[in-house]
């Protein structure tokens, strides 16, 4: 009953995204825009019926029905609730069916917001691109990856996940929040075609995008944070990124929708790079696509990869579609798109911007190729090749460097053109700061001339990001801290203070391994660490060794590992003794014999790692508090003139530059 539960709730999602399409289209191609209305209710109908699978599919992990295969195959009896829940999106079809879930979730929520506006052709094609989106997905369900198929002699108990992806509650939070951003990205791809086919390029379609590209960028990176977080936590190996492809894949759409956000500034402001900033949105969905494509064909070996499947050629199929219509109306569009706009100065916002733009642009060319390369090697040679961290760290380290300097300087910079002087009054402090930072860096036994130079940098992005809340703060009180000046300003602050903990823990970490007897200490780094014994237990059928560790001045800590009976192959569970100054990292090399007390114990020391936390907690701030209007009632609106409304956020910053400066 609960797999034809299922089943229906998939086909009404179908049918209803066809249903709605075809009535959008149908609309605009009989000339009878107030038709488009009747979509809402198909997309509705849509929502309901998508509800209806994953709420099936929920019943049937947590009553154990081991009659639907996806839960025979990926969920136990014993596996905790938490767990039971996050199987949905633990393989191949129950992600998609998350997918689903999100993508109805973004999309009905994008109909209810433009209710009023269905006959307006913008409005109507971007609804119609998001409900083929739907289409392809609910198609997916309903075919190649039917979470619903049945077994007729179920299993007493079943399979289980992975155990890396039922040890650690993250794992209910990290795969939600990425895919929250991977489909949010759908509604601005949407306004963007639809931008394309009626040649409407005025304000409102940006006003329309920009808060929900906002959303889905946040998102999406909150969830890369919370991925590198769990993986520092679980996997055992002490780092946070490995460049994986699969981390690369969810990195992308995150750089190019890193820079679609800010150049749009530009283009409302300046009325420039309207191509870019349709192209940038066009490939940003597109690389979700491709992340997906590369999680769920089979084609890598990864933590984070899903089974082997058929999904692989229609996602990529899907991907060259995208890329495709995209290419076609950018080019059909080309004419019109251009508009005659010149970059004033360098030493202006909108060439800051510039910079800004190419930097990202490179750098996601840079992940692509590493990402890509070996793939392709592998297809034409049969040879498997690995493109690791010393590629990535030697062509990405300048890049990097770079935008720091921008996003540093830029908050000094005005609009078209910036004089000398009051360019050097406005850096006079955050340099300052920046200076100090280095020689604070220094004196704490930092070396290396790029990694004290980034981490001066870093100083230098913080102190220019809070001289400018300072300056809205001053004259608006709290709401500075509000909109896209005053949220982009705390994001700036998050990314400095991140920088601060990517290096330092990267460049400056140390390690040792010691095999130790009950009792017996090593020292690392300047912290002793002594070892008191160990539990052996079977717990769940899986044999577990607890190791009790004392860490001066920290604490008693349990590193773990476990052989669980369904693999081979021993896990580690770490535990990291974290301070604002530095982590260490426990975790145990083997699993003891039994009947031993030795331990083979590695200790690592990582400076400031939980600076990366944190940076990305106010990361997210910042984002949020760009998306709150910094006066009650103010909204993305556009005047019926089409023309582009000077918002609350300009005239912010015009005012910090008019009346901050002179009393600087």
């Known amino acids: 009953m609960i797999a034809v539960l299922g089943t229906l709730g998939v086909a009404v999602g179908l049918v209803s995204a066809l249903g709605g399409a075809g009535t959008l289209v149908a609309a605009r191609a009989l000339g009878q825009p107030e038709r488009c209305r009747q979509a809402l209710a198909w997309i509705a109908a849509m929502a309901a019926g998508c509800v209806l699978a994953v709420g099936a599919m929920e019943f049937a992990l947590l009553s154990d029905n081991f009659s639907v295969a996806y839960v025979a195959h990926n969920s136990t009896i014993a596996t905790p609730f938490i767990y039971k829940m996050a199987t949905l ?11 689903a879930l999100v993508l109805c979730g973004y999309v009905g929520t994008a109909a209810w917001r433009f209710r009023g506006r269905t006959a307006e052709p913008t409005v ?64 601005p791809f949407g306004f963007a075609v639809a931008a394309l086919v009626t040649g409407r390029f005025d304000s409102r379609w940006m006003a329309d995008t920009r808060r929900w590209t906002l959303v ?45 956000v800010h150049s749009l500034i530009t283009q409302q402001r300046r009325q420039m790079l309207r191509v870019w900033n349709l192209s940038l949105l066009i490939v940003t969905f ?69 910079g800004n733009n190419l930097l990202f642009a490179v750098a996601a060319f840079v992940v692509l190729l590493g990402t890509v390369f070996p793939l392709l090697a592998e297809a034409i040679s049969s040879e498997r090749l690995a493109v690791g961290r010393p590629y990535f760290d030697r062509m990405l380290a300048p890049v990097g460097i770079a935008l720091l300097g921008l996003m540093a300087l830029s908050p000094a910079l ?57 300056l809205g703060v001053r004259r608006n009180g709290w709401r500075g801290l509000l909109g896209r000046t005053g949220g982009g300003m705390i994001a700036h602050i998050g990314v400095g203070v991140i920088a601060f903990g990517f290096i330092a823990s990267s460049a400056y970490g140390s390690e040792g391994e010691f095999t130790l007897s009950p009792g017996e200490s090593g020292v690392v780094a300047g912290h002793e660490v002594t070892y008191l014994g160990l539990t052996d237990t079977i717990e769940n059928g899986n044999r577990v060794v607890r190791v009790r560790v004392d860490v001066e001045d920290r604490g008693t800590f349990e590193p773990a590992v476990t052989r669980f ?17 530095d982590d260490v990292y426990l975790s145990l090399a083997t699993i003891p014999e039994e009947g031993s007390s030795e331990v083979a114990l590695r200790v690592l020391i990582k400076p400031l790692v939980a600076w990366m936390w944190l940076g990305g907690a106010v990361l997210a701030l910042g984002i949020a508090a760009a998306l709150v209007p910094n006066r009650i009632g103010a909204r993305d609106r556009v005047p019926r003139g089409g023309g582009a409304r000077p918002t609350v956020d300009s005239a912010q910053e015009r005012a910090g530059a008019a009346t901050g400066e002179r009393r600087s």
């Not at 393989?91 to 998350?98: D, K, Q, R």
């Not at 402090?429 to 940098?457: D, E, F, H, K, N």
């Open 414 to 470: 005005n609009w078209r053109d910036t004089p000398a002087e009051l360019r050097s009054r406005r850096m006079l402090w955050p340099a300052a700061i920046g200076s100090l930072t280095m020689v604070l860096s220094v004196w704490a036994g930092a070396r290396g001339l790029w990694q004290v130079l980034a981490l001066g940098l870093g100083g230098f992005v913080i102190g220019s990001a809070a001289r400018l809340l300072w």
């Open 124 to 187: 109507a094609w971007a609804l119609a691109v998001m409900l083929g989106v739907c289409i392809f997905f609910f198609a997916l369900l309903a075919g190649p990856a039917n979470p619903f198929a049945t077994l007729a002699n179920p299993p007493a108990d079943g399979g289980g996940l992975n155990p890396l992806l039922r040890n650690h509650p993250l794992m209910a939070i990290h795969p939600v929040m990425l895919y929250l951003g991977y489909v949010g990205f759908t509604v």
């Open 216 to 260: 889905a960028w946040g998102s999406l990176g909150t969830g890369i944070m919370l991925g590198a977080w769990w993986s520092y936590e679980v996997l055992g190996w002490g780092g946070y990124w490995a460049w994986d492809p699969v981390e690369n894949a969810s990195l992308l759409p995150w750089l190019t929708a890193t820079a679609f």
């Open 89 to 99: 999106w633990g393989a191949l079809e129950g992600s998609i069916l998350l997918w």
């Open 286 to 354: 597109a690389l979700t696509i491709f992340g997906t494509f590369l999680t769920r064909s089979g084609v890598l070996e990864s933590v984070h990869e899903f089974s082997e499947s058929s999904l692989g050629p229609l996602l990529l199929a899907f991907f060259a579609l995208i890329v495709a219509t995209g290419v076609v109306l950018v080019a059909w569009r080309g004419e019109a798109l251009r508009k005659p706009a010149s970059l004033g100065s360098i030493w202006s916002r909108e060439g800051s911007f510039l």
């Open 565 to 581: 009976a369904e693999f081979g192959q021993p896990i580690s569970t770490p535990s990291v003794a974290t301070s604002l100054v």
